[in-house]
């Protein structure tokens, strides 16, 4: 399976960063190294001091799919979830400055929290779904898909023209503002709605 992620999909977090809005999404990917399993802690790597939190909604792909029409889109997940891009953000900075790709900034092993998955069908409307992150018990991010920037069918349409979607395949939606460094001993929680989908000690 491969992880898809979206850069720069809420205004306020591209404010945040002072980056320029984008005309089309940023995509890059993470490979399923990057994800963080179950139960264990985070650890902060050693070629970073500055690891951040990004809290996104997490779509995935229950059937394999290429040039995906928005209007047919839905028909490609049934399940909802959240999870972290962790981001090395000075070295992303540096990368960033030399034009250079991210993947060492947001691909590392653990990079990628996957948290519990809950059924569309929960939802009444996906474009309007609120979600958290809490760190030690704190709202530290806060977000509604409403205020994506690209709404999750138009991604699927988007990314699809690019990489083929196969059963698995997970795409992170972007996030929004409210990004922060963790350090050793947070907790951080994420939640949608008002259900709790991970847990996540730094170490
Ligand atoms: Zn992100």
Redesign the pocket.
């Given at each position: 399976m491969k992880i898809i992620?979206?850069?720069r999909n809420y205004v306020e977090h591209i404010k945040e960063l002072n980056n320029e809005a984008p005309k089309e999404p940023v995509l890059f990917l993470k490979p399923d190294t990057a994800i963080l399993l179950k139960k264990q802690p985070f650890f902060i790597p050693e070629f970073s001091n500055e690891v951040h939190h990004?809290v996104?909604i997490l779509v995935k792909i229950n059937r394999i799919g290429k040039h995906i029409d928005r209007k047919f889109a839905h028909k490609y997940y049934d399940e909802i979830g959240l999870g972290i891009?962790f981001?090395a953000r000075d070295l992303q900075s540096k990368l960033k400055e030399k034009g250079l790709p991210w993947e060492k900034a947001?691909a590392f092993d653990g990079a990628a929290v996957v948290g519990s998955f809950l059924s569309k069908s929960d939802f009444k409307d996906i474009n309007d779904i609120n979600f958290r992150l809490e760190k030690n018990d704190e709202v530290q991010q806060r977000g509604n898909t409403s205020l994506m920037l690209w709404k999750i069918d138009t991604l699927i349409e988007y990314i699809s023209k690019y990489f083929t979607l196969k059963i698995g395949d997970i795409i992170?939606t972007?996030?929004p503002s409210g990004v922060a460094k963790v350090d050793s001993n947070d907790i951080l929680k994420g939640f949608i709605e008002e259900k709790e989908v991970f847990s996540i000690k730094i170490k």
């Open positions: 992620c979206v850069g990004e996104e891009d981001t947001k992170f972007g996030t």
